[in-house]
Protein backbone atom coordinates (compact mmCIF):
# COMPACT_ATOMS: atom_id res chain seq x y z
CA UNK A 1 0.00 0.00 0.00
CA UNK A 2 0.95 3.25 -1.36
CA UNK A 3 1.40 5.89 1.94
CA UNK A 4 2.20 9.27 0.01
CA UNK A 5 1.88 12.96 1.38
CA UNK A 6 -0.69 15.28 0.87
CA UNK A 7 2.34 17.59 -0.70
CA UNK A 8 3.34 14.97 -3.14
CA UNK A 9 -0.35 14.19 -4.45
CA UNK A 10 -1.01 17.76 -4.61
CA UNK A 11 2.12 18.49 -7.70
CA UNK A 12 1.61 18.14 -11.07
CA UNK A 13 3.93 16.43 -13.45
CA UNK A 14 5.77 18.48 -15.70
CA UNK A 15 3.72 18.37 -18.57
CA UNK A 16 6.89 19.55 -20.96
CA UNK A 17 8.95 16.83 -19.64
CA UNK A 18 5.87 14.37 -19.33
CA UNK A 19 5.52 15.16 -23.61
CA UNK A 20 9.83 14.79 -23.86
CA UNK A 21 9.46 11.36 -22.41
CA UNK A 22 6.78 10.27 -24.54
CA UNK A 23 8.66 10.94 -27.44
CA UNK A 24 11.58 9.31 -26.04
CA UNK A 25 9.97 5.89 -25.98
CA UNK A 26 8.47 6.64 -29.22
CA UNK A 27 11.65 7.10 -30.82
CA UNK A 28 13.06 4.15 -28.68
CA UNK A 29 9.88 2.15 -30.93
CA UNK A 30 12.14 3.30 -34.11
CA UNK A 31 9.47 6.58 -34.66
CA UNK A 32 10.25 9.49 -36.46
CA UNK A 33 9.20 11.32 -33.98
CA UNK A 34 9.89 15.34 -34.38
CA UNK A 35 10.88 16.85 -30.73
CA UNK A 36 9.26 20.65 -30.58
CA UNK A 37 8.86 19.93 -26.86
CA UNK A 38 11.71 20.31 -24.72
CA UNK A 39 12.80 24.12 -24.11
CA UNK A 40 16.68 22.98 -25.10
CA UNK A 41 19.05 24.92 -27.30
CA UNK A 42 20.56 22.23 -29.67
CA UNK A 43 23.64 23.48 -29.76
CA UNK A 44 26.43 21.92 -27.68
CA UNK A 45 28.18 23.49 -25.30
CA UNK A 46 31.29 26.00 -26.21
CA UNK A 47 34.96 24.11 -26.13
CA UNK A 48 36.47 26.90 -24.27
CA UNK A 49 33.54 25.99 -21.25
CA UNK A 50 34.16 22.52 -21.69
CA UNK A 51 37.68 22.72 -21.47
CA UNK A 52 37.23 24.36 -17.96
CA UNK A 53 35.15 21.61 -16.67
CA UNK A 54 38.13 19.07 -18.07
CA UNK A 55 40.62 21.43 -16.18
CA UNK A 56 38.77 21.51 -13.20
CA UNK A 57 38.76 17.77 -12.88
CA UNK A 58 42.44 17.48 -13.40
CA UNK A 59 42.78 20.34 -10.63
CA UNK A 60 41.17 18.37 -8.79
CA UNK A 61 37.46 20.32 -8.06
CA UNK A 62 36.35 17.21 -6.37
CA UNK A 63 35.23 18.36 -2.92
CA UNK A 64 32.49 19.65 -0.96
CA UNK A 65 31.70 23.33 -2.51
CA UNK A 66 30.35 25.92 -0.57
CA UNK A 67 26.76 25.98 0.25
CA UNK A 68 26.04 29.22 -1.74
CA UNK A 69 28.84 28.28 -4.73
CA UNK A 70 32.04 29.64 -5.24
CA UNK A 71 33.45 32.98 -3.97
CA UNK A 72 34.68 34.11 -7.69
CA UNK A 73 31.97 32.36 -9.41
CA UNK A 74 29.53 34.40 -7.00
CA UNK A 75 32.10 37.19 -7.96
CA UNK A 76 31.83 36.90 -11.51
CA UNK A 77 27.89 36.82 -11.15
CA UNK A 78 27.79 39.88 -9.31
CA UNK A 79 30.01 42.00 -11.95
CA UNK A 80 27.71 40.49 -14.78
CA UNK A 81 24.67 41.88 -12.76
CA UNK A 82 25.98 45.28 -12.72
CA UNK A 83 28.16 45.71 -15.84
CA UNK A 84 25.42 43.91 -18.38
CA UNK A 85 21.84 44.26 -16.00
CA UNK A 86 22.51 47.82 -14.06
CA UNK A 87 22.28 45.95 -11.14
CA UNK A 88 24.46 45.88 -7.70
CA UNK A 89 24.46 42.89 -6.19
CA UNK A 90 27.24 42.12 -4.11
CA UNK A 91 28.62 38.60 -3.97
CA UNK A 92 26.99 37.69 -0.77
CA UNK A 93 23.64 38.57 -2.65
CA UNK A 94 24.30 36.03 -5.17
CA UNK A 95 23.02 32.50 -4.63
CA UNK A 96 24.30 29.31 -6.70
CA UNK A 97 21.72 26.94 -7.30
CA UNK A 98 21.27 23.42 -9.25
CA UNK A 99 19.47 25.28 -12.27
CA UNK A 100 17.31 28.04 -12.64
CA UNK A 101 14.09 25.92 -11.13
CA UNK A 102 16.40 25.11 -8.16
CA UNK A 103 17.21 28.82 -7.68
CA UNK A 104 12.64 29.52 -7.97
CA UNK A 105 11.90 27.00 -5.58
CA UNK A 106 14.77 28.17 -3.13
CA UNK A 107 13.01 31.69 -3.34
CA UNK A 108 9.20 30.60 -3.13
CA UNK A 109 10.26 28.25 0.12
CA UNK A 110 12.08 31.24 1.80
CA UNK A 111 9.24 33.72 1.56
CA UNK A 112 5.98 31.98 1.05
CA UNK A 113 3.38 30.83 4.33
CA UNK A 114 0.90 28.82 3.85
CA UNK A 115 -2.31 31.00 2.17
CA UNK A 116 -0.25 33.48 1.24
CA UNK A 117 -0.94 34.59 -2.39
CA UNK A 118 1.23 34.47 -5.50
CA UNK A 119 0.39 36.20 -8.52
CA UNK A 120 1.75 34.24 -11.65
CA UNK A 121 0.89 35.91 -15.24
CA UNK A 122 -0.51 33.77 -17.36
CA UNK A 123 0.52 31.81 -19.90
CA UNK A 124 3.16 31.20 -16.99
CA UNK A 125 6.13 28.01 -17.37
CA UNK A 126 4.95 25.26 -15.95
CA UNK A 127 6.65 24.52 -12.53
CA UNK A 128 5.57 28.37 -11.27
CA UNK A 129 2.40 27.40 -10.17
CA UNK A 130 3.40 23.94 -8.47
CA UNK A 131 6.42 25.30 -6.42
CA UNK A 132 3.79 27.34 -5.50
CA UNK A 133 1.41 24.72 -4.46
CA UNK A 134 4.33 23.11 -3.04
CA UNK A 135 4.69 26.28 -0.23
CA UNK A 136 1.58 26.05 0.42
CA UNK A 137 1.06 29.02 -1.27
CA UNK A 138 -2.16 30.17 -3.64
CA UNK A 139 -1.75 30.78 -6.99
CA UNK A 140 -3.68 33.91 -8.65
CA UNK A 141 -3.24 33.76 -12.21
CA UNK A 142 -3.56 36.47 -14.18
CA UNK A 143 -4.37 35.97 -17.82
CA UNK A 144 -2.83 37.95 -20.80
CA UNK A 145 -4.33 37.48 -24.32
CA UNK A 146 -2.44 37.01 -27.81
CA UNK A 147 -4.54 40.17 -28.93
CA UNK A 148 -2.17 41.71 -25.89
CA UNK A 149 1.18 39.99 -27.30
CA UNK A 150 0.47 37.75 -24.44
CA UNK A 151 1.33 40.76 -21.90
CA UNK A 152 -0.58 41.72 -18.59
CA UNK A 153 -1.53 44.87 -18.27
CA UNK A 154 -0.99 46.78 -15.40
CA UNK A 155 -4.52 47.56 -14.53
CA UNK A 156 -4.95 43.71 -14.44
CA UNK A 157 -2.45 43.49 -11.92
CA UNK A 158 -3.58 45.98 -9.84
CA UNK A 159 -6.92 44.27 -9.30
CA UNK A 160 -5.46 41.13 -8.48
CA UNK A 161 -3.35 41.97 -5.41
CA UNK A 162 -5.08 41.90 -1.70
CA UNK A 163 -4.04 42.05 1.69
CA UNK A 164 -2.69 38.32 1.03
CA UNK A 165 -0.42 38.90 -1.90
CA UNK A 166 3.24 38.31 -0.99
CA UNK A 167 4.70 37.77 -4.52
CA UNK A 168 4.65 38.48 -8.15
CA UNK A 169 6.60 36.11 -10.67
CA UNK A 170 7.57 38.27 -13.85
CA UNK A 171 9.11 36.44 -16.84
CA UNK A 172 10.31 38.50 -19.67
CA UNK A 173 11.30 37.11 -22.23
CA UNK A 174 8.68 34.85 -21.81
CA UNK A 175 8.25 30.29 -21.27
CA UNK A 176 6.36 29.88 -23.34
CA UNK A 177 5.01 32.64 -25.23
CA UNK A 178 8.54 34.34 -26.34
CA UNK A 179 7.08 37.80 -25.39
CA UNK A 180 9.20 40.83 -24.62
CA UNK A 181 8.01 43.52 -22.17
CA UNK A 182 9.93 46.57 -23.53
CA UNK A 183 10.96 48.98 -20.52
CA UNK A 184 8.04 51.38 -20.67
CA UNK A 185 5.50 48.07 -19.99
CA UNK A 186 7.84 46.72 -17.27
CA UNK A 187 8.04 50.67 -15.19
CA UNK A 188 4.06 50.05 -15.38
CA UNK A 189 4.05 46.83 -13.75
CA UNK A 190 6.79 47.90 -11.45
CA UNK A 191 4.87 51.00 -10.62
CA UNK A 192 2.12 48.97 -8.94
CA UNK A 193 4.15 46.58 -6.95
CA UNK A 194 5.94 49.92 -5.84
CA UNK A 195 2.57 50.89 -3.91
CA UNK A 196 2.05 47.51 -2.09
CA UNK A 197 4.43 47.44 0.62
CA UNK A 198 5.29 43.70 1.30
CA UNK A 199 4.42 42.13 -2.03
CA UNK A 200 7.96 40.98 -4.07
CA UNK A 201 8.39 39.78 -7.16
CA UNK A 202 10.66 37.24 -8.35
CA UNK A 203 11.64 37.95 -11.68
CA UNK A 204 13.13 35.19 -13.97
CA UNK A 205 15.08 36.29 -17.06
CA UNK A 206 16.80 33.00 -18.07
CA UNK A 207 16.65 33.76 -21.61
CA UNK A 208 18.00 37.27 -21.80
CA UNK A 209 20.21 36.58 -24.21
CA UNK A 210 17.50 35.74 -26.69
CA UNK A 211 15.98 38.79 -28.02
CA UNK A 212 15.31 39.26 -31.31
CA UNK A 213 13.88 43.00 -31.22
CA UNK A 214 14.02 46.01 -28.27
CA UNK A 215 16.41 45.38 -25.25
CA UNK A 216 16.35 43.10 -22.35
CA UNK A 217 15.11 45.08 -18.95
CA UNK A 218 16.38 43.58 -15.55
CA UNK A 219 13.42 44.06 -12.98
CA UNK A 220 15.57 45.22 -10.51
CA UNK A 221 16.88 47.58 -12.44
CA UNK A 222 13.78 50.14 -11.36
CA UNK A 223 15.90 51.17 -8.28
CA UNK A 224 11.94 51.82 -6.61
CA UNK A 225 11.55 48.04 -6.06
CA UNK A 226 14.66 46.69 -6.25
CA UNK A 227 14.85 45.79 -2.53
CA UNK A 228 11.54 43.61 -3.10
CA UNK A 229 13.18 42.06 -6.42
CA UNK A 230 14.77 38.16 -6.58
CA UNK A 231 16.23 38.01 -9.67
CA UNK A 232 16.85 34.24 -11.29
CA UNK A 233 18.91 33.92 -13.82
CA UNK A 234 21.13 30.97 -15.07
CA UNK A 235 23.60 29.50 -17.80
CA UNK A 236 21.40 27.11 -19.23
CA UNK A 237 19.67 28.97 -22.29
CA UNK A 238 22.44 31.45 -23.52
CA UNK A 239 25.47 29.06 -22.86
CA UNK A 240 23.93 25.90 -23.92
CA UNK A 241 24.55 24.33 -20.87
CA UNK A 242 21.00 22.58 -19.47
CA UNK A 243 22.26 19.62 -18.72
CA UNK A 244 25.13 21.32 -15.95
CA UNK A 245 22.18 22.63 -14.05
CA UNK A 246 23.57 25.98 -13.11
CA UNK A 247 21.18 28.50 -12.27
CA UNK A 248 21.76 31.75 -9.74
CA UNK A 249 20.01 34.42 -7.96
CA UNK A 250 20.50 38.36 -7.05
CA UNK A 251 18.53 38.88 -4.20
CA UNK A 252 17.81 40.85 -0.83
CA UNK A 253 20.60 40.03 1.85
CA UNK A 254 18.05 38.80 3.74
CA UNK A 255 16.72 36.44 1.05
CA UNK A 256 19.90 35.09 0.00
CA UNK A 257 20.76 34.32 3.48
CA UNK A 258 17.65 32.07 3.39
CA UNK A 259 18.33 30.60 0.10
CA UNK A 260 21.94 29.70 1.74
CA UNK A 261 20.20 27.99 4.89
CA UNK A 262 17.49 26.20 2.90
CA UNK A 263 19.92 24.66 0.49
CA UNK A 264 22.38 24.02 2.75
CA UNK A 265 19.42 21.37 4.33
CA UNK A 266 18.40 20.03 0.65
CA UNK A 267 21.13 20.02 -1.45
CA UNK A 268 24.22 21.67 -0.36
CA UNK A 269 26.52 23.54 -2.74
CA UNK A 270 25.71 22.00 -6.72
CA UNK A 271 28.21 19.86 -8.52
CA UNK A 272 31.78 21.68 -8.24
CA UNK A 273 33.06 21.17 -12.10
CA UNK A 274 29.65 22.22 -13.13
CA UNK A 275 30.48 25.85 -11.14
CA UNK A 276 34.17 25.93 -12.97
CA UNK A 277 32.40 25.73 -16.35
CA UNK A 278 29.69 28.04 -15.56
CA UNK A 279 32.40 30.41 -14.35
CA UNK A 280 34.14 29.86 -17.42
CA UNK A 281 30.84 31.03 -19.33
CA UNK A 282 29.97 33.92 -17.31
CA UNK A 283 33.84 35.11 -18.08
CA UNK A 284 33.74 34.41 -21.89
CA UNK A 285 33.25 36.38 -25.04
CA UNK A 286 29.85 35.89 -26.07
CA UNK A 287 30.35 35.24 -29.08
CA UNK A 288 28.51 31.79 -28.91
CA UNK A 289 25.43 33.58 -28.00
CA UNK A 290 25.34 36.20 -30.37
CA UNK A 291 25.80 32.98 -32.82
CA UNK A 292 22.84 31.24 -31.26
CA UNK A 293 20.94 34.19 -31.14
CA UNK A 294 20.94 34.83 -34.95
CA UNK A 295 19.88 30.93 -35.18
CA UNK A 296 17.08 31.08 -33.40
CA UNK A 297 16.17 34.77 -35.05
CA UNK A 298 16.40 32.74 -38.63
CA UNK A 299 14.51 30.45 -36.82
CA UNK A 300 11.98 32.09 -35.32
CA UNK A 301 10.91 34.26 -38.63
CA UNK A 302 11.03 30.57 -40.36
CA UNK A 303 8.09 29.12 -38.32
CA UNK A 304 5.64 31.65 -37.80
CA UNK A 305 5.94 32.01 -41.96
CA UNK A 306 4.98 28.68 -42.02
CA UNK A 307 2.43 28.41 -39.53
CA UNK A 308 0.29 31.30 -40.90
CA UNK A 309 -0.26 29.28 -43.43
CA UNK A 310 -2.00 26.62 -41.57
CA UNK A 311 -6.14 27.69 -41.27
CA UNK A 312 -6.94 28.47 -38.27
CA UNK A 313 -4.14 29.17 -36.20
CA UNK A 314 -3.59 32.41 -35.18
CA UNK A 315 0.21 33.36 -34.00
CA UNK A 316 1.63 36.30 -31.98
CA UNK A 317 5.30 37.05 -34.04
CA UNK A 318 7.62 36.41 -30.54
CA UNK A 319 10.03 38.67 -29.81
CA UNK A 320 12.46 36.55 -27.72
CA UNK A 321 13.54 33.20 -26.32
CA UNK A 322 12.50 30.41 -28.56
CA UNK A 323 8.88 29.44 -28.51
CA UNK A 324 6.00 30.34 -30.10
CA UNK A 325 2.53 29.72 -28.90
CA UNK A 326 -0.14 29.47 -31.39
CA UNK A 327 -3.86 29.81 -30.53
CA UNK A 328 -5.54 26.33 -31.62
CA UNK A 329 -8.90 27.27 -30.70
CA UNK A 330 -10.44 26.86 -34.34
CA UNK A 331 -9.75 22.76 -33.84
CA UNK A 332 -11.47 22.91 -30.87
CA UNK A 333 -14.32 20.74 -31.10
CA UNK A 334 -13.34 19.43 -34.19
CA UNK A 335 -12.70 16.13 -35.46
CA UNK A 336 -11.67 13.42 -38.30
CA UNK A 337 -14.16 11.24 -37.86
CA UNK A 338 -12.61 8.96 -34.92
CA UNK A 339 -11.28 11.54 -32.51
CA UNK A 340 -12.81 14.35 -30.91
CA UNK A 341 -10.28 17.10 -29.97
CA UNK A 342 -11.73 19.07 -26.56
CA UNK A 343 -8.76 20.85 -25.03
CA UNK A 344 -5.33 21.76 -26.19
CA UNK A 345 -3.41 19.04 -24.29
CA UNK A 346 -5.31 16.48 -26.15
CA UNK A 347 -4.41 18.05 -29.96
CA UNK A 348 -0.50 17.84 -28.81
CA UNK A 349 -1.76 14.16 -28.34
CA UNK A 350 -3.37 13.96 -31.30
CA UNK A 351 -0.53 15.90 -32.87
CA UNK A 352 2.11 13.53 -31.40
CA UNK A 353 0.17 10.40 -32.57
CA UNK A 354 -0.71 10.99 -36.20
CA UNK A 355 1.58 13.78 -37.16
CA UNK A 356 4.45 12.07 -35.18
CA UNK A 357 5.68 15.42 -33.72
CA UNK A 358 5.70 16.64 -29.97
CA UNK A 359 4.34 19.67 -28.63
CA UNK A 360 2.85 20.62 -25.26
CA UNK A 361 -0.49 21.58 -24.75
CA UNK A 362 -1.17 24.58 -23.34
CA UNK A 363 -3.81 24.12 -20.23
CA UNK A 364 -0.38 23.30 -18.32
CA UNK A 365 1.24 26.73 -19.29
CA UNK A 366 -2.05 28.76 -18.58
CA UNK A 367 -3.25 28.78 -22.05
CA UNK A 368 -6.07 26.62 -23.08
CA UNK A 369 -6.65 27.54 -26.17
CA UNK A 370 -2.88 27.53 -27.61
CA UNK A 371 -0.03 25.25 -27.48
CA UNK A 372 3.58 25.72 -27.15
CA UNK A 373 6.43 24.74 -29.71
CA UNK A 374 9.97 25.26 -29.63
CA UNK A 375 12.33 25.59 -32.30
CA UNK A 376 15.62 25.05 -30.52
CA UNK A 377 15.94 22.91 -33.36
CA UNK A 378 17.15 22.52 -37.06
CA UNK A 379 15.48 24.24 -40.40
CA UNK A 380 14.82 21.64 -41.84
CA UNK A 381 13.25 20.09 -39.22
CA UNK A 382 10.95 22.76 -38.38
CA UNK A 383 9.78 22.65 -42.14
CA UNK A 384 9.03 18.63 -42.19
CA UNK A 385 7.27 19.47 -38.61
CA UNK A 386 5.16 22.17 -40.16
CA UNK A 387 4.35 20.05 -43.00
CA UNK A 388 3.16 17.12 -40.68
CA UNK A 389 1.39 19.12 -38.16
CA UNK A 390 -0.74 21.19 -41.46
CA UNK A 391 -1.33 17.48 -42.95
CA UNK A 392 -2.86 16.73 -39.72
CA UNK A 393 -5.32 19.07 -38.65
CA UNK A 394 -6.56 19.70 -42.22
CA UNK A 395 -8.20 16.34 -41.36
CA UNK A 396 -10.11 17.69 -38.42
CA UNK A 397 -13.32 19.22 -39.47
Known amino acids: ?47 YIKEAAKKAIDDNYSKYPPVPGYNDLRE ?52 YYDQVVL ?21 QLESAITNKTRLVIFNSPSNPTGMVYNRKEMEGIARIVEKHEGVFVIS ?28 VNGVSKGYAMTGWRIGYIGAPLWIAKACDKLQGQFTSGVCSIAQRAALAAIKGTGESQRIMREAFHRRRN ?31 GKSDGMTKINTSDELALYLLDKAQVATVGGDAFGAPECIRISYATSDELLVEAVRRIKATLDKLR
Open 204 to 231: DEIYEYIVFEGEHVSMASFVFISDRVIT
Open 76 to 127: AISEKFRKENGLNYSPEQVIVSAGGKHSLINVIMSIINPGDEVIILAPYWVS
Open 302 to 332: LICDLLKDIKGLRVSIPQGAFYVMPDIAYYL
Open 135 to 155: AGGIPVIVSAKLENAFKVRPE
Open 1 to 47: MEYLSDRVKSLATSQTLAMAQKSRELKAKGIDIISLSLGEPDFNTPD
